[in-house]
Structure formats: structure tokens, C-alpha cells
């Protein structure tokens, strides 16, 4: 059963707290991608990579860092937390040879509310 | 504009009843298009791939016109557990493109 793994489900944190979010996939897939969800804006995209070592902003990469040091991890900093940073965090991977299919796959999320 | 848009919603309709959600994308290069169901508190998981020529799945039918960047989906014979989030998707030119979510319409099939 293939799998995205997400570090926590739920966090709370205090304002300028550093915060590491981690994902790992056991589908040795190439692209891994850090979502965040929040009520009427949908899914926005923070960051990608299509690669170990290799990143690309998404639509909103302020205030975030990502890590990509193995090819099954992907991780999300956020170096200094602020409040506005209160959401749901998801992260999903696809294999390039699956692009046409779509189908990416989630983690179960990681809810941070920041104090 | 947003790079996919979709019904605001909510859409509350009865059991049985047939509802349509559409979606529109402002990328005309856009090469692969789906429908992804998130259930409340849940990750998004693949519904189905919108292929152009139109596809079903069972009570579910995708439809994509390319001229006029719109996307569909029809669910007949509504049941109470297709009551979820329904999210268009866009994938770009290349496999290595961000796959762009659309906001997604809430639907809830009323007994």
C-alpha cells in the first residue's frame, strides 16, 4: 500500500518558533510538492521538487524553506512561525512517469495553529 | 484570474438528484485535467482523470472542452456519501509543472 507519511498531525507553536514539517514517501517518487489548505482558498502550492538537493517555488514561498536531502523526504521549514501561518499543511507526491494520470498522493496533513 | 476556478457552492441536494460542477483554467497549454474528492478533515484523493474525448466512471462523468478551458463533472443519482469537496485540477506542459488545485465546491446530499 504506497504511502505519504506526515511527521504530525497536529502542532502548536508560539510566534518566531522555528517549525519542521516532514514528510516521507515510500513510492521512490521524483516529485514531492508542500501544499497549504485554508477554508475558500483551496490548496496553494508552496514549494515543489522534482529532485534530492532540487526545489521550485510555488504560488506562495514567503516566510518558508524546504529541504530535500534524500529522495524519499521532503521538508518544510517555517523559520520564524507566524500567526498568519495558522492552517493545514499538506504534502503529496507523483511520479513523472505518472504525470498523465494525476494522481498525486497525500499525506494525511499537518494541522499547526500558531499562537 | 486564478489559474482554476470553480462553482463557489455550497451545492445541498437531494438524494438522487443529479448536480454538475464545473471548472474553468486559464492556462490553454495545460495538458492533463482531473477531479480529485476531499472528505471533511481528509486529504484530497483522485476521483477520476478528465479525459478529452469525456469519460465515466459508474455514476460520474468527466467532460473537458479545450476551446473553451472548461472542465465537468456530473454525478447521477446523488448518495449520501458522495457528500464531500470536489476539487478541479490542472497539470501543466511538463511533468515537472505544479499541479494547480482549484478551490474546490462542497456538496451535501440531504436524506
Not at chain 1, 27 to 32: R, S, T, V
Not at chain 2, 27 to 45: G, I, L, M, T, V
Not at chain 2, 48 to 70: C, H, K, P, W
Not at chain 2, 76 to 103: H, M, Q, W
Request: charged share 25%; with cysteine; net charge neutral.
Amino acid at each position: 500500500d504506497v504511502k505519504v507519511t506526515q511527521s504530525s498531525r497536529y502542532l502548536v507553536k508560539r510566534t518566531g518558533e522555528k517549525v519542521f514539517l516532514e514528510c516521507v514517501q515510500d513510492m521512490d517518487h521524483e516529485n514531492m510538492f508542500w501544499y497549504r489548505q485554508d477554508p475558500g482558498l483551496g490548496l496553494r502550492l508552496i514549494y515543489f521538487s522534482y529532485d534530492v538537493k532540487m526545489k521550485e517555488k510555488g504560488d506562495i514561498p514567503e516566510g518558508y524553506s524546504v529541504s530535500r536531502e534524500k529522495k524519499e523526504r521532503f521538508s518544510l521549514i517555517l523559520e520564524s512561525a507566524s500567526t498568519n501561518q495558522t492552517s493545514m499543511y499538506l504534502c503529496a507526491s507523483i511520479s513523472p512517469r505518472a504525470a498523465n494520470t494525476g494522481e498525486l498522493f497525500f499525506g494525511e496533513g499537518s494541522r499547526l495553529t500558531v499562537l | 484570474r486564478k489559474e482554476v476556478e470553480q462553482d463557489p457552492g455550497p451545492f445541498n441536494v437531494p438524494e438522487g438528484a443529479t448536480v454538475a460542477f464545473n471548472c474553468t483554467y486559464s492556462n490553454s497549454a495545460s495538458q492533463s485535467f482531473f477531479w480529485y474528492r476531499q472528505d471533511c478533515r481528509k486529504e484530497p484523493k483522485l476521483l477520476m482523470s478528465v479525459y478529452s474525448s469525456g469519460n465515466e466512471d459508474g455514476r460520474f462523468t468527466a467532460q473537458l472542452n479545450r476551446a473553451s478551458q472548461y472542465i465537468s463533472l456530473l454525478i447521477r443519482d446523488s448518495k449520501l456519501s458522495d457528500s464531500a469537496t470536489y476539487l478541479c485540477v490542472v497539470n501543466g506542459e511538463t511533468s515537472y509543472d505544479k499541479v494547480i488545485f482549484g478551490p474546490g465546491t462542497s456538496l451535501s446530499v440531504i436524506p
